[in-house]
């Protein structure tokens, strides 16, 4: 073996054991510092986590952006839903009264909130684009009260880490971390464009996420769940998305 | 320097002008890697872009907006109106992860070719123009080299032309920083973070519809590239880009040249 071949041998095999032991420190701090998402596994895991941990540390506390009344999109674009089930039916006869968004989990005070005492709650008011992973989308005014309100009020454990959010639309349910749940902008939506939400954009109660794509603004909420772990929800993977092939995190 | 065998044990008996590779390993592996890569961004890009196949200029844009101009394809939503009357099946969620695992890996990739290559003169050495090449002589007897399909001399299997040298400068600091930047602007964590950036590029739409265009330039110059590499030796260059070097006789050649030098 020739001198400059030892020299390559020994460089490259320093060189692969750096790598190794720099990726294996990596992944222990990405894990203490919650850098991992819940579909962090498998094929496209190493990828996924390379995003949700670099946006997560770039984009905490930044501010969705916010537009100018004209530039509200005229009219705005109402995906389609599934049929709607009886159970909703039901509720929209009477006019949603019997409404409820019930929070429960890791609080020490669960509760269950009528839809007029929701709309009581103090309320902000945004006008926000809504992209769709398609590629579409609309600029509106959305109006709801800060998810961090209703947090407070049930009072958050600490070692909360997550929040999980349901529809009324069986199996349709969705997760965000802390720094969503508690960011300024995650809206329990009630209004759009000074109107009431019609159940074509999600009403009477929409999880606005303005930071993530528009499958993450869950229609029709009833229920939230804070948990400091995704395991016992569904099959692990964080939400319903991942169990139908798209990422947990939709913040791209 | 006939006995020269390429696989040669004896390191030392080749002298240094042999030595040097035609392409340098990080070229070699970052090049083959970013082809991967390239692949699967295009795969994924297309099944993304179908479930959408309307651009749009501006903020927003959606089927009650009007467009700036539309793909003649079928869409795989079928809240897309296209004129066909059947819908694709929706591919996004692979398509999704799979665009954003080999971006990171090209990225990735691309950062390591830049660093390295800024390290060992890359640039300046292969891919800077020469001061007299740049010149309108220079430039028009190339171009009317390509334009007669005259071979390439055996110089040149050694070195680019300039406007070899131009292309590749183009699309390593133009196109794919273009390309990367308007996709991260597609991002709505992204635009919160650095509105600016969207902005610029007049609004989360135009970066979409700008990320369109650059990525049919991307595409051509890979057709240009393919066909280059066919009409000037596919094996060759092939050989050069996996190994290093070209066939055997070409060096040799190049070898003799040197030596009437």
Redesign the interface.
């Given at each position: 073996m020739?001198r400059?071949?030892r020299r390559k041998l020994i460089t490259t095999g320093l060189a692969a054991a750096g790598g190794a032991s720099g990726l294996a420190a990596a992944a222990t701090l990405a894990q203490r510092y919650g850098l991992i998402p819940p579909d962090g596994g498998g094929?496209?895991g190493?990828?996924?986590t390379?995003?949700y941990a670099a946006?997560r540390l770039?984009?905490r506390h930044?501010?969705?952006?916010e537009?100018n009344p004209n530039?509200v999109?005229k009219?705005?674009?109402a995906?389609?839903v599934a049929p709607l089930g009886d159970a909703f039916k039901r509720l929209q006869e009477g006019a949603f009264t019997d409404w409820r968004l019930t929070v429960d989990g890791m609080a020490t005070r669960p509760a269950s909130f009528k839809l007029a005492e929701v709309k009581s709650f103090p309320w902000r008011s945004q006008i926000t684009?809504l992209?769709?992973?398609?590629?579409?989308?609309?600029?509106a005014e959305w109006r709801g009260v800060p998810l961090s309100h209703i947090l407070n009020l049930v009072g958050t454990l600490p070692q909360a880490r997550y929040v999980v959010y349901r529809s009324i639309q069986p199996d349709w349910w969705e997760s965000i971390d802390m720094a969503d749940a508690l960011h300024p902008q995650t809206l329990v939506a009630h209004s759009i464009n000074g109107g009431e939400l019609p159940v074509a954009f999600g009403g009477p109660l929409r999880l606005r996420v303005?930071?993530?794509?528009g499958y993450k603004s869950v229609k029709y909420i009833t229920r939230l769940t804070i948990t400091d772990s995704l395991k016992q929800f569904g099959k692990g993977l964080g939400s319903a998305s991942p169990e139908?092939?798209?990422?947990w995190y939709a913040?791209? | 320097m006939a006995d020269f065998v390429w696989g040669s044990t004896s390191a030392s008996a080749v002298p240094a002008t042999a030595v040097r590779p035609r392409h340098g390993a990080v070229v070699r592996a970052t090049h083959w890697i970013t082809t991967l890569c390239f692949l699967a961004l295009l795969l994924s890009g297309v099944e993304i872009l179908i479930s959408h196949p309307r651009f749009y200029w501006g903020e927003a844009g959606n089927v009650l907006t009007p467009p700036l101009f539309k793909l003649p394809i079928p869409a795989s939503r079928a809240t897309v109106p296209t004129g066909y009357g059947y819908v694709l099946p929706d591919q996004n969620g692979w398509s999704r992860y799979l665009h954003f695992q080999s971006g990171w890996v090209s990225v990735l990739t691309g950062l390591v070719y830049v660093v390295f290559g800024l390290y060992q003169g890359h640039f300046r050495r292969s891919l800077l123009p020469g001061r007299a090449d740049l010149s309108w002589r220079g430039l028009s007897t190339v171009i009317a080299q390509h334009l007669r399909l005259r071979p390439a001399s055996y110089e040149e299997a050694w070195s680019y032309n300039v406007l070899q040298r131009l292309t590749y400068l183009l699309v390593i600091f133009v196109l794919f920083p273009l390309v990367i930047w308007t996709g991260l602007a597609m991002s709505p964590a992204i635009a919160s973070a650095f509105p600016a950036a969207v902005a610029v590029l007049g609004g989360q739409q135009s970066a979409r519809t700008i990320h369109f265009f650059v990525s049919v330039l991307l595409v051509l110059f890979l057709l240009v590239h393919v066909g280059m590499v066919c009409l000037t030796g596919f094996r060759n260059r092939m050989r050069a880009m996996i190994t290093g070097r070209p066939a055997p006789h070409m060096e040799q050649d190049m070898e003799q040249d040197m030596e009437q030098v």
């Open positions: 020739s400059l071949s094929l496209y190493p990828g996924e390379l995003t946006q770039l984009t930044s501010l969705a952006r537009f530039q999109s009219p705005p674009f995906n389609e684009h992209a769709c992973e398609e590629g579409w989308s609309y600029i303005p930071r993530q794509l139908g092939g798209y990422a913040g791209i | -």
